[in-house]
């Protein structure tokens, strides 16, 4: 498995930015699909956005191309830039990383079907 560690969450203003980091180690050699998730207490973890083994991106639908993820294979980190931020986008993110690729793209409700690995998470406080 892979050892996933989060950091960079926080409290903003209603359309400030973050940008969330996980720094990622234990091999990710071959098809490893990288993604960020969130969850908020009493819902369902839902995908936020995913990376590839091959560099390709999919984002969940509310995103809107507000969100941006990049990884850094060289340094073993993978981001998450979160602009124009809104209440309704605080939760708790978390990356994890599946071994044989992405499954499904971020915005499909099956997304997580084979990730196997998890961070703990980093909590985002949005208010108005």
């Known amino acids: 498995l892979v050892q996933l560690v989060e950091s960079g969450g926080g409290s903003v203003q209603d359309g400030e930015s973050l940008r969330l980091s996980c720094a990622f180690s234990?091999?990710?050699?071959?098809?490893?699909?990288m993604a960020w998730f969130r969850q908020a207490p009493g819902k369902e973890r839902e995908g936020v956005a995913a990376?590839?083994?091959?560099?390709?991106?999919t984002n969940a639908d509310f995103v809107k191309g507000r969100f941006t993820i990049s990884k850094d294979d060289a340094k073993n980190t993978l981001d998450l830039q979160m602009n124009s931020l809104k209440p309704e986008d605080a939760d708790m993110y978390s990356c994890?990383?599946?071994?044989?690729?992405?499954?499904?793209?971020?915005?499909?409700?099956?997304?997580?079907?084979?990730?196997?690995?998890w961070g703990q998470g980093t909590q985002v406080s949005v208010s108005s």
């Open positions: 990376v590839d083994s091959d560099g390709s991106t």
């Open positions: 994890a990383s599946a071994p044989d690729g992405c499954w499904y793209s971020a915005y499909s409700p099956h997304f997580a079907a084979n990730f196997d690995s």
């Open positions: 234990g091999g990710t050699d071959g098809s490893y699909c």
